[in-house]
């Protein structure tokens, strides 16, 4: 089904500490703005983890990051992949790689920084379903140009990139020209608005030369381009700079371009009790299609499917059990795009 396909996605390799805790404790917390992501000093980090748990909000462990976070609900849905991302040598690393594996994920292309701590985000998740992240980037803050080497590349036929990584300069460019050489497509995802604001006077320029997929959520999306109200104005202006582009738009679904075809899907049904990762299924079902050479029609539909899945349950991966039914749903979409396309024809 998916060919030689196999997707490198680079990121940050953290794990993710999530806890529920009510509206007012961001702002009794100092935890700052509501949403998004913020980079935390160690101290900072540390601050704010013990204010959680002494107002009795007892944080939960699981993998996040991301790409790693795409990379295992591909793996899923049957595309080979590889990480490329660093974690400390502790026990945190050790558990991050083996959760990685277990889900599918290719872990060859992983780094090490031995005299760093894996690292954390921690995923305030309020009473409507928002999570406002605070991170402390560790060992995967020092991934490198140096560190990324031929054999990372090998079979690699699509790289998608994380917005975080776009501090690290020369790592991202040698990820861009490496994939270049290779003929590899290319998908970006902008992580969040803060990022965008700081990169803002270069991201379209390196979107029109570099990037084929494009990713945002509305707030990204106002970020770029300077107007909240009309995410449709963004869309026009990413997708004259990709060959594709999307903007997330919450409980209101998606929009989608290509060329002059814009699609639009709604959210799919079901009440959200946290959105942690829900971005990342989000671009895992629409990469799971688009890959394939799927109408944006249909990979839309994966994506929404998806990411309904993973606001059911807390943190950002969909549990295994969830799985069959959820590729069942897809097998039966592709099935009814099929016979639509051939009653057509």
């Given at each position: ?48 983890v ?24 591909l ?46 985000c ?22 490198s140009?140096?560190?990324?080497t031929?054999?990372?590349?090998e ?33 970006l ?10 990169f ?16 945002c959520n509305?707030?990204?999306?106002a ?10 104005k ?29 699609t639009?899907?709604e ?19 629409f990469?799971?299609?688009?890959l ?19 606001v ?23 099935q ?10």
């Amino acid at each position: 089904m998916t060919g030689k396909i196999k997707v490198l996605g680079a990121g940050s390799a953290l794990l993710d500490m999530l806890a529920r805790v009510p509206e007012e404790f961001l702002r009794e917390a100092d935890a700052g703005e509501k949403g998004g992501m913020v980079l935390q000093t160690p101290e900072k980090f540390q601050s704010l983890v013990e204010k959680v748990r002494a107002a009795g909000f007892s944080p939960v462990r699981v993998p996040g990051g991301s790409s790693a976070n795409i990379l295992t609900g591909l793996s899923r849905m049957g595309i080979p992949n590889a990480l490329l991302a660093k974690t400390g040598r502790d026990e945190s690393g050790a558990f991050y790689r083996a959760c990685c594996e277990k889900d599918g994920v290719d872990v060859r292309s992983m780094k090490t920084d031995p005299g760093l701590p894996t690292g954390i985000c921690l995923s305030l998740v309020t009473p409507d379903g928002q999570r406002t992240m605070r991170t402390c980037l560790g060992a995967s803050g020092t991934l490198s140009a140096e560190d990324v080497t031929e054999s990372d590349f090998e079979g690699i036929t699509h790289l998608h990139l994380e917005g975080y990584l776009l501090p690290s300069g020369p790592l991202f460019g040698k990820l861009l020209s490496m994939a270049g050489a290779r003929g590899c497509s290319i998908s970006l995802d902008l992580s969040s608005f803060e990022i965008v604001r700081a990169f803002r006077p270069h991201l379209r320029a390196l979107i029109h030369d570099y990037v084929d997929l494009v990713f945002c959520n509305e707030d990204e999306a106002a970020a770029f381009s300077g107007d909240s109200s009309r995410p449709e104005k963004t869309l026009a202006i990413l997708a004259s700079l990709a060959r594709t582009a999307v903007v997330t738009l919450g409980k209101r679904g998606a929009i989608c371009q290509t060329g002059d075809i814009v699609t639009r899907v709604e959210a799919g049904e079901g009440g959200a009790i946290d959105t942690t990762g829900a971005g990342d299924s989000w671009q895992s079902g629409f990469l799971y299609g688009w890959l394939r050479g799927k109408p944006d029609s249909l990979s839309v539909l994966f994506a929404s499917a998806a990411a309904a899945e993973t606001v059911r349950v807390t943190g950002a991966r969909i549990p295994e059990d969830r799985w069959p039914g959820l590729l069942d749903l897809f097998a039966k979409m592709e099935q009814n795009d099929d016979n639509r396309n051939g009653e057509e024809a």
